[in-house]
């Protein structure tokens, strides 16, 4: 793990901009390759829908880390009924005086779903951890029980992957410049984001830590480098569809139905409100 940016050269990303890398990753090779780990996605969907498989996701990291728009890679060809993505919002009153784990217990997975958190019980070793939301002991507390309750999920049964995107500080500001500069990205930008950007090693230390007692056998963290956002989805997407043993279940030919004859049928004279056509 390191603090150090690389360096290299910028292209046009899926949806966002592309840096950080020692070789470039075209568009036309990136979108190639996504496009081929999306339809082993779709099997393992299918798979896991066959089975009744529990999948659990998390991904965590600083702000600007790519979290997001792994997410959006990994879920954009498939089911968001099956790929169901938690990201919950401040805890409420009744939330913050229930055993900590406990908002988060009702989300994971049952038979036939993955759910994918967007920043997880993690929180408290981290945001709350750097920005006082929660005591000393309170983290400590948490250090000692996440393993003993991953334990616990993992030994039900499900499958947990926990991913960690590391960003390098000049990265991190590059693209949180960005945010400010893009009208599009305004709303990924914070308060919070603003007061935690600051304090960088503060992160580092909670982030040590966080990995010194919860980088497990059962369930350990999975580091990918996201300076190059491009690289990373691939990685991580690759990654996963390794470490989960799907198989493509056989499936029947799809064959479209006739369409049914009009009949009676005839078109109303309807005075419709149409959109217009601007584009």
């Known amino acids: 793990m390191t603090d150090k940016s690389e360096k290299g050269g910028k292209g046009k990303d899926h949806g966002d901009e592309d840096t950080g890398a020692e070789r470039s990753l075209g568009e036309k090779d990136y979108l190639k390759a996504l496009a081929q780990l999306h339809v082993e996605l779709v099997k393992l969907q299918t798979w896991v829908q066959h089975t009744g498989a529990r999948v659990c996701i998390v991904f965590e990291g600083r702000d600007g880390a790519g979290k997001g ?36 217990i009702p989300h994971l997975p049952a038979a036939g779903e993955v759910v994918i958190f967007d920043r997880s019980w993690y929180n408290r070793a981290g945001v709350e951890r750097v920005m006082g939301f929660c005591t000393d002991d309170q983290v ?24 960690w995107l590391e960003v390098s500080p000049e990265e991190q500001t590059r693209r949180l410049q960005s945010r400010i500069s893009d009208g599009r990205k305004h709303w990924k930008l914070t308060e919070m984001d603003l007061k935690s950007y600051s304090r960088w090693f503060d ?9 010194r007692f919860t980088d497990t056998e059962h369930a350990p963290w999975l580091v990918v480098d996201s300076n190059n956002k491009r690289r990373a989805r691939l990685n991580i997407l690759s990654d996963l569809l390794g470490r989960i043993p799907y198989t493509e279940i056989p499936h029947k030919k799809i064959v479209l139905p006739k369409r049914q004859k009009a009949g009676d049928y005839v078109e109303p004279e309807h005075p419709y409100k149409r959109v217009a056509e601007r584009y």
């Open 69 to 104: 728009g792994t997410i959006k890679a990994l879920t954009e060809r498939v089911s968001p009924r099956v790929f169901r993505v938690v990201a919950l919002a401040a805890p409420t009153e009744r939330e913050k005086s229930q055993m900590y784990m406990q908002r988060y």
């Open 203 to 211: 992160y580092s230390r909670a982030r040590d830590d966080l990995f």
């Open 140 to 163: 400590r507390d948490f250090l000692r029980m996440a393993p003993l309750v991953e334990r616990v999920i993992v030994s039900s049964g499900v499958i947990l992957l926990k991913y």
